[in-house]
């Protein structure tokens, strides 16, 4: 639930050691974007929620910047809408009804909520955000969630020890056709530019992973981030997806569930699916 532009995304499952460790780790490993997104239900009314998620976060989206779709954080949007397989009439119309609100749609604003769920295991840590048009509502409904697993709430930023806010980007390893020219050839790839626009975008780590891997996995602050994919843009490096995401910092304080407590926390993460506030 750490996602900031659009789509839906779980907390990490993670628990945190005996004393915070602020060191920060570089990011590692090319399955990363795979790792942090949860498998949603293929049943119809997962799918339903999902799309009405992604249907609001475009709207979001569309009403700050009055339909443009040139727009970075309205593309992000319409982006993880695809990834969801909302149809195009729907992404439209998202778009038309946020860059045109009624006299009844209220403005929806993003709230975050820091807690932590007990397990046997020990204590998983995480961080909540969600795209709400009343505030009321989506607190009383994200706390139910906690209390309903013995989980609690905490103050705002309390779990800031455990996680780092970042951009992340993936982005294909190859090099963009120019609109207009869809029969000309893309030009060969080699991996030392992207890193060079990358770097010029205040890209922070670049993993390209295996020679198997259609994509490379880009990450950066996360108020560089619509920075960084302008520069890969003009680099005719289109980015398949782009958000923003709470990431643990450092790696080693994570601890595998055993079964009961993985139980006992998919639990939760259902009930927070089931939470159309919760991105």
């Not at 046997?120 to 009343?134: E, H, Q, R």
Request: charged fraction near 30%; include cysteine; glycine fraction near 8%.
């Amino acid at each position: 639930f750490a996602r900031t532009l659009g789509g839906a995304t779980p907390p990490p499952l993670v628990v945190p050691p005996a004393a915070p460790d602020h060191q920060r780790r570089t990011m590692a490993g090319h399955n990363k974007w795979s790792k942090i997104k949860r498998k949603k239900g293929a049943n119809d009314a997962a799918r339903a929620r999902e799309h009405s998620k992604v249907a609001r976060a475009i709207m979001a989206a569309s009403r700050s910047c009055g339909g443009d779709v040139s727009d970075l954080r309205l593309l992000s949007a319409i982006k993880a809408a695809r990834a969801a397989q909302l149809p195009k009439d729907r992404i439209n119309g998202a778009v038309e009804r946020g860059a045109k609100p009624g006299s009844g749609d209220a403005e929806m604003v993003q709230m975050r909520y820091d807690g932590s769920v007990p397990t046997p295991s020990g204590k998983v840590v995480v961080i909540a955000v969600a795209l709400t048009d009343n505030r009321n509502r989506t607190a009383a409904s994200v706390r139910a969630s906690f209390n309903k697993v013995g989980g609690e709430l905490l103050e705002t930023g309390a779990n800031d020890w455990m996680f780092e806010n970042v951009g992340v980007a993936l982005v294909p390893k190859r090099k963009s056709v120019e609109e207009g020219n869809e029969n000309d050839q893309e030009d060969e790839f080699h991996e030392d530019d992207l890193l060079e626009a990358a770097l010029e975008g205040n890209a922070s780590d670049v993993d390209f992973g295996t020679e198997d891997d259609e994509h490379a996995f880009v990450k950066c602050d996360a108020l560089d981030l619509l920075g960084l994919v302008a520069v890969l843009k003009e680099g005719m490096y289109e980015p398949s997806e782009f958000e923003t995401r709470w990431m643990v910092k450092d790696e080693t304080s994570m601890l595998e569930l055993d079964e009961s407590s993985l139980e006992k926390f998919e639990k939760f993460l259902d009930r927070m699916d089931d939470d159309v506030d919760v991105t």
